[in-house]
């Protein structure tokens, strides 16, 4: 077992190494985008471009700028090519609201989307059923953005239900704090909503094919007890891993609500950084969401793997 | 008869004390919190800072030896002394600038300011490679420390004792005593790192100093304990502030800015109402609560003379006839000042002219006399609405002329730098803005117009050795009537040679809380809002 | 009993459920919409989707009315007044005709829908029959690739590429495609679900690899081409499939995604993304501009969805193909963070 993991955790890396080179090829490989320039600013004199690319190091080779960077990165001195500010600073700023934004919705599509799937598979077939589904479905194809868009556009500015901007901080006043994120929270979790309920649901209708089901049956248990018990918790096993996979994604999602609710989070960070052509904080926030990513799958793996032998078995034969 | 008396005085001095309270300005309260919110995180380093909302930002902050008056309109671009007694005395030839540093001054820390403080700044400039530089390596010596960042700069001569300071520069630069005034100019400890120091900003001389950074959320200015202690009496040009503290958040949706306004939850906000919004608030608020505001800039399609088809005159006078004003006005929904000269009103030297009045037959007519072969043109815009809008009308009026256009939109924030790279294929013609650096004409021309720019700031690739010639020896000489005059006949020279398409000048505003009294704000054209000017009802 | 193909089978239980009916017509109306766009074009609208107005007027019952006031509000809709044209209104202070660009704009978002999920589909079903036949180092090395891609996160992976690639194009040796061509965005979107949808496939093919007709086959000499090409891959048709239906709707999805961040497709080009991007800067003042082309898209993701889902059902009606956690791994379905 140790073995395994400490294999896992040497694949943790190099996947992360790997991504670093990649994101860094990337910005490279674009034409007429010169970092000295972005630095300099707009319109300046050659002689200041060329003074930003000597100090800087950008002409000295790839691979050692490369190295450069990654020092900076995991040291913490880290600077924007646009705006000059230290990178790691502005992220560990940007934590809390990402973080409040993710969990908060984590939970609302958790609890929803097990409560859904839950009553559609008890019903299944019926018109509860039907409704969960078309409701699930629907969630599963809305774009993001675009009811970020439409909720702040009719919810907030039109009826004003809702308070526009601003982040309170969760030890200022939760329940100010909670407020202020309802909206966003929302958003990101409709689609996983969605998507949660009717793998859940699916989930348990197999499982109710299956013989320790007729078993409990038989002793004589109610129908209850049953799809609590035994169906349920044996059905939330695979939605437990899911949902440590989706988590370290979420960065994504957050990337487009953050910044139309006007949370100074990380995503909004990343996306600046994005259309800036901004490369540091490109590197460093990718990072570390390719880091919370990856770490959750090798959590999921290791889990497995303890939990289930032939796993382990298998990845030796290969 | 007694009591008569008695009653007179009372009588008087109630009179006398109305009158007293009623003299103190608008009525309008001291002191209390003014909250106010940007679109963007801006630069809080005033040597780096190179963008109108840093400059806001630290108006009332820092102050270089000059600053520009505290004043509406017109009058803002008028140099006034700041940590310096009076304006710079310049030597007959325009090659030695004498300035006395105020005596008594103190940083917000407590340390007093010494006259070799601004030699260090200067210094600091170039060490932070800032955009700035430009402005003072004309400084004996400079030039050589900005390569070796050692060895001082020898240009600059100061007497700590007698804050004297004497500045000799290497050729006459007219522009000079503008450039003292600009923020990058800031006296700062000598002392102080060469690192951008947004997140901890350095010790201030004006009357608000900035206690807090959190970067990217916001900031928090409060009264600089020293500037009503040691600063105030010495610099009458800079006022003392009437709110106690500001918070600055970021709120980077425009519409949510707007919206917090409206619900009074915010104050003030820097960005300009967005375009959606513009005519909707200005109905509601206008005189209350909303102002325009006209800061110099100018707006303009460039066209690259370097190469086919916009080598040829003919075809650049069509374009200029081509293009409407009215449609642009509608696409910049009512924020755009139409015009068709380089300089706008504000700076000293503009007049109004227009030698290309849209005329759509004219245009299709010069181009079938000038029958240009290359008609496979690149068109280039931002990605910013509603520029990107502009540069998309742009290209349709251009197919309408006859050519095959390819519209190229590129992210707003790395457009500038691409279309500036001498490596980029393909830069015909575009859209591109102006804002100017200070509120003088040379500002406007020589960056734009002048040969020697060609690859950086000339995007017109206008090589035309009078007109550079001209430009360049009217750079060095003093801003005058006489040189107003000269700069408005260079304005014209220069569009009978239609470089650009220049359409107009971009109106901002100022939009506020009902807590806070309008007319109390002052917009300086080139800084932006002034916060010591904000005050609550 | 005579035995019948189970493709027939599943055409029949396809055909007897009528969620698919209804939104399998509803994508089909969708379709035959955006197909339509030249006749509308060229027809009553009489103008091109990028042709701008922004300085015209249009006759509506009689009276003239701005097609962009003076302040640079865009003419709402207008329906049958104008005999068509402006039939959604204006599109902004361009002017341009709304229900055009929305017509083009869906053909956008379906082309490249559909073309990155075909990518998606072919790249996963190369990757997954390789690695699930030859396990050892080549599954090991396809492993390692696709956890690169799926540790940066999609929205992440697919905006840094689809700006790099904006500004200066692609250039590998023979092959140029300009910034604005459509093929990068479709390139991209491609790429970047390939690992969902590999693990899957490699998964089945690992365990019919297993079963005894594979056996029989090599036993009988076939070489790896035939085995994977003969056997394997009709086993997994309707895998595939479904998967191909499901990548549509996450690949139109993402589009619109990039899209409206400024990094997806490019003008002159225009998709319902770009569509919603366009309108959200007049949200306030003209809300039909984000509402219309969020609502096509909605409908059009909604029916591919269901439409697979129904598929899958007919095509398996065991559900075998749940989500597995096989080793840790598992494909998010409908997921298009």
Redesign the interface.
């Known amino acids: 077992m140790g073995r395994f993991i400490v294999r896992r955790l040497a694949?943790m890396v190099?996947?992360?190494f790997?991504?670093s080179v990649?994101?860094f090829t990337?910005?490279n490989?674009?034409?007429?985008?010169d970092p000295a320039r972005q630095l300099a600013g707009r319109s300046a004199k050659p002689q200041l471009i060329a003074s930003i690319t000597e100090e800087w190091g950008f002409d000295e080779s790839l691979p050692k700028q490369y190295l450069t960077m990654m020092g900076n990165i995991f040291t913490g001195k880290v600077i924007s090519y646009e705006t000059r500010e230290n990178v790691d600073e502005r992220i560990v700023e940007g934590i809390p609201e990402t973080f409040s934004l993710c969990i908060g919705a984590a939970v609302l599509w958790m609890f929803f989307g097990v409560l859904f799937g839950y009553l559609s598979a008890v019903r299944a077939g019926g018109l509860l059923d039907r409704v969960l589904t078309v409701v699930a479905?629907?969630g599963?194809?809305?774009?993001?953005?675009?009811l970020a868009?439409?909720l702040l556009?009719y919810l907030t500015?039109k009826l004003e239900l809702f308070p526009s901007g601003d982040y309170v901080p969760f030890t200022e006043n939760p329940i100010d704090w909670a407020y202020h994120l309802v909206l966003p929270w929302v958003t990101l979790a409709v689609?996983?909503v969605?998507?949660y309920s009717r793998?859940l649901r699916?989930?348990m209708?197999?499982a109710i094919d299956e013989d320790y089901v007729r078993a409990a049956r038989a002793k004589g248990l109610s129908e209850r007890r049953v799809m609590t018990r035994h169906v349920l918790r044996n059905s939330l096993?695979?939605i437990v891993?899911?949902f440590g996979?989706?988590f370290g994604?979420?960065?994504?999602?957050a990337?487009?609500v953050e910044g139309i609710f006007s949370l100074n989070g990380i995503g909004q960070y990343?996306?600046e950084s994005?259309?800036n052509?901004d490369l540091p904080p490109?590197m460093a926030?990718?990072l570390f969401?390719?880091f919370f990513?990856?770490l959750f799958?090798t959590l999921?793996?290791i889990?497995?793997a303890y939990l289930d032998p032939r796993?382990k078995l298998?990845?030796s034969?290969? | 008869m007694r009591k008569l008396h008695t009653a007179l005085a009372v009588l008087g001095l109630v009179a006398a004390v109305l009158v007293l309270s009623s003299c103190g300005g608008s009525g309008g309260k001291e002191g209390g919190t003014l909250s106010g919110s940007y679109a963007s995180f801006p630069e809080l380093d005033p040597t780096i800072a190179f963008s109108v909302e840093g400059w806001t930002a630290m108006y009332g902050t820092y102050l270089p030896l000059l600053t520009y008056k505290h004043a509406n309109g017109d009058e803002g671009a008028e140099v006034v002394p700041a940590l310096a007694e009076s304006l710079p005395k310049i030597s007959p030839d325009g090659k030695t600038y004498a300035l006395t540093l105020r005596k008594g001054l103190k940083y917000s820390d407590g340390a007093s300011v010494k006259a070799s403080d601004f030699t260090a700044s200067i210094e600091r400039v170039f060490k932070l490679n800032s955009y700035g530089s430009s402005f003072y390596t004309d400084i004996v010596g400079a030039e050589k420390f900005a390569e070796t960042k050692s060895g001082g700069i020898p240009g600059i001569k100061t007497d700590d004792k007698t804050g004297k300071i004497t500045i000799e520069l290497v050729k006459p630069r007219g522009t000079f005593t503008n450039e003292l005034a600009l923020l990058y100019a800031t006296v700062l400890p000598a002392g102080t790192p060469a690192k951008n120091l947004t997140d901890d900003p350095p010790p201030a001389t004006g009357p608000y100093e900035i206690v807090n950074v959190e970067p990217g959320r916001g900031w928090t200015y409060k009264r600089n304990p020293q500037w009503a202690k040691s600063n105030a009496a010495e610099i009458p040009e800079v006022p003392s502030g009437h709110v106690d503290e500001i918070d600055i958040s970021v709120i980077r949706n425009q519409?949510t800015q707007v919206n917090e306004i409206e619900r009074n939850k915010t104050n003030w906000m820097q960005t300009v109402v967005?375009?959606?919004?513009?005519?909707?608030v200005k109905d509601r608020y206008v005189g209350t609560q909303f102002r325009v505001e006209y800061p110099i800039n100018v707006y303009f399609f460039w066209l690259n003379m370097s190469r086919a088809p916009f080598d040829d005159l003919k075809v650049r006078e069509a374009v200029n006839y081509a293009v409407?004003p009215?449609?642009l006005?509608?696409?910049?929904?009512?924020t755009l000042a139409a015009g068709h000269q380089i300089l706008p009103k504000g700076v000293p030297g503009h007049e109004s002219f227009d030698l290309y009045p849209h005329n759509m037959a004219k245009a299709k007519a010069l181009i079938a006399e000038a029958h240009p072969s290359d008609r496979e043109i690149t068109v280039w815009t931002d990605?910013e609405?509603?520029n990107?809008?502009a540069g998309?009308?742009y290209a349709?009026v251009l197919e309408e002329l006859g050519f095959d256009v390819k519209?190229?939109?590129?992210?707003a924030d790395?457009y500038f730098q691409?279309i500036s790279n001498p490596s980029t294929s393909n830069l015909d013609t575009g859209w591109a803005d102006w804002f100017a650096d200070y509120p003088h004409p040379n500002d406007f021309i020589e960056p734009n117009f002048s040969g020697n720019n060609i690859g950086s700031t000339n995007l017109s690739h206008m090589d035309v050795p009078k007109l550079t010639e001209k430009i360049e020896s009217l750079g060095e000489e003093q801003l005058g009537p006489q040189q107003e005059d000269e700069y408005a006949s260079l304005d014209r020279e220069i569009m009978a040679q239609a470089p650009w398409v220049p359409y107009g000048t971009i109106i901002v505003s100022t939009f506020v809380s009902k807590e806070v009294d309008l007319d109390e704000v002052v917009f300086n054209l080139l800084l932006g809002q002034d916060l010591t000017s904000f005050q609550l009802k | 009993m005579k035995g019948r193909s189970p493709w027939y089978l599943a055409y029949r239980r396809l055909r007897r459920n009528r969620a698919a009916w209804a939104f399998g017509g509803l994508l089909v109306a969708i379709v035959l919409f955006v197909l339509a766009a030249p006749l509308w074009s060229h027809g009553p609208a009489d103008t091109g989707p990028?042709?701008?107005h922004?300085?015209e007027k249009v006759g509506v019952d009689g009276e003239t009315r701005e097609v962009?006031?003076?302040?640079?509000?865009p003419i709402g809709p207008l329906w049958l007044g104008a005999g068509g044209k402006f039939f959604l209104g204006a599109d902004?202070?361009?002017g341009r005709d709304e229900m055009v660009r929305l017509m083009y704009g869906g053909r956008t978002s379906l082309l490249v829908g559909v073309v990155a999920a075909l990518i998606t589909v072919l790249l996963a079903t190369v990757l997954g029959l390789l690695s699930g036949y030859y396990?050892?180092w080549i599954?090991?090395v396809i492993a390692?690739a696709l956890?690169?891609v799926?540790?940066?996160?999609?929205?992440?992976l697919g905006?840094?590429?689809g700006?790099?690639l904006a500004?200066?194009g692609l250039r590998i040796g023979p092959l140029a495609l300009s910034?604005?061509s459509l093929w990068i965005p479709i390139l991209i979107i491609g790429i970047v679900y390939t690992p969902y949808v590999t693990r899957p496939i490699r998964g089945e093919v690992l365990a019919l690899r297993e079963q005894e007709f594979v056996e029989a086959a090599v036993s009988q000499g076939a070489g790896p081409l035939r085995v994977m090409l003969g056997e394997l891959l009709p086993n997994l048709l309707s895998t595939i499939i479904v998967f191909f239906a499901i990548s549509i709707?996450n690949s139109m999805?993402l589009e619109?995604?990039l899209s409206?961040?400024?990094?997806g497709v490019?003008?002159?080009n225009t998709s319902w993304?770009t569509m919603?991007a366009e309108g959200?800067?007049?949200?306030?003042?003209?809300?039909q501009l984000?509402?219309i082309p969020?609502v096509m898209?909605?409908l059009t993701?909604?029916s591919?969805?269901?439409f697979a889902?129904c598929l899958r059902d007919a095509l398996d009606p065991h559900?075998k193909l749940?989500?597995?956690?096989h080793?840790?791994r598992?494909e998010?379905?409908?997921?298009?963070?």
């Open positions: 694949g190099a996947v992360l790997a991504v990649l994101v990337i910005f490989v674009i034409p007429n985008n479905v629907t599963i194809s809305i774009p993001v953005f675009w868009a439409i556009n500015y689609v996983y969605g998507f793998v699916s989930n209708l197999d096993v695979p891993t899911l996979l989706d994604a979420l960065l994504g999602g990337i487009v990343a996306y994005l259309i052509l490109i926030i990718t969401g390719a990513i990856v799958n999921v793996d889990a497995y796993v298998g990845e034969a290969q | 519409a967005p375009a959606d919004l513009y005519n909707k409407d009215k449609a006005e509608r696409i910049y929904s009512g990605n609405s509603p990107d809008d998309a009308y349709s519209l190229k939109t590129i992210s790395v691409l | 990028n042709a701008t922004t300085t962009v006031n003076r302040e640079g509000k902004g202070r361009l396990r050892g599954d090991a390692r956890d690169v799926w540790a940066i996160p999609v929205t992440l905006a840094a590429l700006l790099a500004v200066g910034g604005d709707a999805l619109s995604l409206f961040l400024g990094v490019q003008p002159p993304g919603i959200f800067e007049l949200i306030t003042s003209s809300p984000t509402v969020g898209l909605l993701v909604l591919v969805n269901v889902d559900a749940r989500l597995e956690a080793a840790g598992t998010p379905e409908g997921t298009a963070v």
